[in-house]
Nanobody, 124 residues
């Protein structure tokens, strides 16, 4: 059973930065990885995706230019660097392993393993 463990969440003022990490127990280097978030009272939404070798990245429009996703397959770790944070970035952030066979990346159904989430709170 694949386990994904996130860390790095916390409280930060608007304009600040945080770096989230997600480490997999196994089965990492051939899979795309994604980050999602869920704000209170809202549905989980796509944030970013990175291809298996880091050669491709995709972002939600709301975070483009502020967030950067990266990975190190030797460490079985994916990161989400979040800069210029806004109060609307507040939520629980989840990393997820993409299903090997799906060609899309922005839906929750495209992913088959999820971490427990790490909370990010951005104050104004």
């Amino acid at each position: 059973q694949v386990q994904l463990v996130e860390s790095g969440g916390g409280m930060v003022q608007a304009g600040g930065s945080l770096r989230l990490s997600c480490t997999a127990s196994e089965g990492f280097h051939i899979y795309g990885m994604g980050w999602f978030r869920q704000a209170p009272g809202k549905e989980r939404e796509f944030v970013a995706h990175i291809g298996w070798n880091g050669g491709s990245t995709e972002y939600a429009d709301s975070v483009k230019g502020r967030f950067t996703i990266s990975r190190d397959n030797a460490l079985k770790t994916v990161w989400l660097q979040m800069n210029s944070l806004k109060p609307e970035d507040t939520g629980v952030y989840f990393c997820a392993r993409k299903n090997y066979w799906t060609s899309t990346y922005h839906g929750s159904r495209d992913y088959d393993y999820w971490g427990q989430g790490t909370r990010v709170t951005v104050s104004s």
